[in-house]
DNA sequence: TTGAAAGCGCTAACAG
DNA sequence: CTGTTAGCGCTTTCAA
């Protein structure tokens, strides 16, 4: 009878024990026996008896317990989350960058917080404002606002990684790159050693200002002018992309090949052309920067810089979470590769 | 002197203060003569007279002061964030899935916690015990585990959302579903209407069980034979789906038309097909499920139906979200869409 | 090996 | 309108 006034002060839980709020240490220890220290010895490893260690976890088991880690958080002061920032989610370049944090990620133990800004700044800086008060172990983005507003996070005592974007004036943040210099370089020299000497640069501007420089200084150190008139602005995304290849293809601005800064604005390209009538290659060589999965699946299948999106989430939460030390040394580069397959051929003789 | 006695106790915060843990509740408090009570009141919208109100936001920007959720959380017995577990976050279906998922969780003030299962039952168990374990208000799952091991999950008191799966025997379980059946018969009769009998599906099999149902029975509708050889087995993989594909191409066993269950294995065949030196649509016309983007750049484009998945993120976490009632009636069924390319024409007369 | 107790940052009930 | 206080679930000294 005993047993029973215990059973009727613990509550309903014991039989039946409706879904409501989840068993806490309390219960547990109670259901155990024991005290809740030993419970959390249990449960996070300190020394208990074998004995006592069974009892406990069949009473956990018994009531479905978990640990709460929001307790847990509260008195370590960490939470055991990241934070990741990206501009589109459905973008193929931010799907790999998330698939490398999530594995990188998942070998250390932590879990991620996820959430796009879609360009917009402000909303941006809202999302690091709410992974703070997330209490997050610290921030990876591929950060779109202004330097000055990651600064001020870093400043509230975040860790940040900077992915694919360089950070002026901000040395706390430790940057993962893609060399796009070195991609471009090459992509600029395969066009040029095919023959090419007029070709347009399509997407100039904004986020490919690197991708840009490195066009002109490669076409530059190889001896070849360069036409203004092939270098057109254009906004990675759909519409622009495609005002912009349609702007330059239409006006038979005379380039032989078209260098497309990024996957949307090549696919636009590719578009345009179809549309126009233009064979690929034989009329005009594309290719563009961004390997994504259609380029193989085009007719002609497209030449692309390929960019490691999966490592470099990888690294940069690497960097985040292994790297505490802060003192790395500039920035990680990370590699890209020429992939030439049949969009580019010699320029047609005029 | 007794200000510079009152700093002193407050420590080395006041000037210069260092990266170090971030400010709580009771020094904004202490920084702005009041109570704690007061200063959660300003944070979290209670009365408070403008003038005390000023006082204590100056001083919570003074420390950059930001409420801790973790805090929070523990107090309020919820987090406000909201799990997603998907098969593979590079899958465009996914990636849709999950922006629709952050589109709407943003209208509610949740954030989101993104884990990827890879297929692999035991670790998307693990994940969801982890997000259970982070008191997510909920889970967003594409399911590939057994339905046992979900209702486990609902059993410890979690809400979840099942999208693109049905979890069988588990009525608390909501359920978002895409009517692929729908698509599939719209496109049989298409390629029916075409002229085709010996219409092929490949990817037949685990997860597109549906799809091939659906095939089956409107070919039967329509009163046209399926010819067994012609149903072949494939993983939503690259290896399996060229696998499959080159297998039924090569073996010359006379489809004039293929019906990919997937993007992945529409993608094998449109590879295949071209290594084989197939004209598409003149030798075999060529039709997927799932409207990847690349559809549209093959050449020639290919005919595919669409599924919305972003929808299908926005209205599971609707559901998650909103309707807490459990009283809803059915599955959520979205239409898909028949989007006809040109990848697809009438059978070769033999 | 084990238990009691303090305290992580916050909210809410209760006094004043 | 404002302050005091208890307590959310957990880890971790400190004793026993």
Known sequence: ?????????????????????????????AAAGVGIATVSRVFSGGSVSADTRARVLAAAGELDYRPSAVGRSLKLQRTGGIGLIVPDVTDPFCADLIAGVLDCARTFGEHVLLDAAHGDAAREAAIADRMMEQRVDGIIAVPEGAPAAWRSVVAAGARVVSVDRVLA??????????????????????????????IAFLGAGAPAVARERAFRDTLAQLG???????????????????????????????????????????EAAVLVARELDL??????????????????????????????????????????????ARAVG????LPTELVIRGSCGPPRRS
């Open 169 to 198: 004036g901000a040395p706390e943040i430790l940057t993962v790159l893609i060399d796009d210099r070195a991609g471009v370089r090459a992509l600029v020299e395969y066009l040029v050693g095919l023959g090419h000497r007029r």
């Open 279 to 324: 064979r690929v290659p034989a009329d005009v060589s594309i290719a563009m920067v961004g390997d994504v999965s259609w380029a193989e699946l085009c007719d002609p299948p497209l030449t692309a810089v390929a960019r490691p999106g999966h490592d470099a989430g990888y690294r940069a939460c690497e960097l985040l979470l292994r790297d505490r």
């Open 1 to 29: 009878m005993a047993g029973t006034t215990e059973r009727g002060e613990a509550g309903e839980r014991g039989p039946g024990r409706r879904a409501g709020r989840p068993a806490t240490i309390k219960d547990v220890a």
């Open 330 to 333: 500039g920035p990680v580069l």
């Open 224 to 266: 070849v002018a360069v036409d203004e008139d092939l270098v057109v602005a254009a906004r990675p995304e759909r519409d622009s992309a495609y005002a912009a290849a349609a702007g330059l293809l239409q006006r038979q601005a005379g380039a032989s090949a078209v260098l497309a800064a990024g996957h949307l604005i090549g």
